[in-house]
């Protein structure tokens, strides 16, 4: 017992010993992971896009609720001393998108009363997300990432099932490419991490979801060309994203 008292004492200080801009830089790089999260697979943009694509409020509820999440971390990092300019002007990037991406949770039902197809809608509240990505970027530039950090922001917003989804409502085929250099990208990262020792249960599932996606970009493709409908294509190929979702958060 008083071996242990001691253990912990030691590693007390130890943490106290640090400098605080190292505490600031750790506490930084979690709150920019927190966020990539709230927006990204499973989250803010997957149940955005999903409520674009079928009309069930709890998508839009929970879609609120993670861009609200994910504002106020910004504009928590927004005053850490650890940003530069260059890092505020790449968080006003991702505020504006998050800000027009909740904005356009409050139009969508009112379209879709006066009836307009899925893509019409889509079309009235699309958001450029390239000056948001780019700051994604510039702020995961300044850190150093494990694989399973990596592999969730390939799965999210900007990435495999952004793309995905855009892929399902507009049929361009730069969405189907660049989604499937990020589901290719997650395969490589669940390998790397099944070698290191991670849960084969947990990385299994998150191989298996991405591979489902993978599979569908090609019925996507056939069945545009056949000019299926938008949700019959998206039923077509709805996937139960609850396993993988569960797995990501037992990897944290």
């Known amino acids: ?9 030691v590693l007390s200080l130890a943490v106290w010993a640090l400098p605080l801009g190292a505490v600031q830089a750790a506490g930084a790089k979690d709150d920019v992971a927190r966020m990539i999260r ?22 839009a509820e929970k879609a609120r609720a993670e861009f609200t999440q994910a504002l106020t971390i910004i504009n928590g990092l927004e005053s850490n001393p650890e940003m530069n300019s260059r890092d505020r ?5 991702i505020e504006e998108a ?13 379209l879709r009363l006066k009836g ?23 702020l995961r530039a300044k850190w150093n ?39 290719l990208a997650i395969g490589g990262l669940v390998a790397g991490q099944l070698r ?27 069945m545009q060309y056949l000019q299926r409908p938008t949700n019959q294509i998206d039923l077509a190929v709805k996937i139960n994203d609850g396993p993988a979702t569960k797995a990501l958060a037992s990897l944290r």
């Open 1 to 9: 017992m008083r071996a242990r008292f001691l253990l912990c004492t």
């Open 38 to 59: 709230l927006l990204g697979y499973g989250a803010g943009i997957h149940n955005f896009k999903n409520f674009v694509l079928r009309d069930r409020d709890a998508y």
């Open 89 to 93: 002007e790449a968080l006003r990037a």
């Open 98 to 110: 998050v800000a027009s991406y909740r904005a356009g949770l409050d139009k969508i039902p009112e």
């Open 116 to 138: 307009w197809r899925i893509e019409d809608m889509d079309r009235s509240v699309v958001v450029d997300d390239t000056a948001a990505v780019n700051g994604i970027n510039t």
């Open 145 to 183: 990432w494990s694989d399973f950090e990596e592999m969730e922001y390939q799965l999210g917003y900007g990435k495999a099932i952004h793309h995905f989804k855009n892929y399902v409502i507009r049929g361009h085929e730069r969405y189907h490419t660049d989604a499937l250099a990020s589901l």
């Open 196 to 222: 290191a020792g991670g849960s084969p249960e947990a990385l299994g599932e998150i191989r298996r979801i991405a591979h489902a996606y993978q599979e569908y970009l090609g019925l996507v493709e056939r």
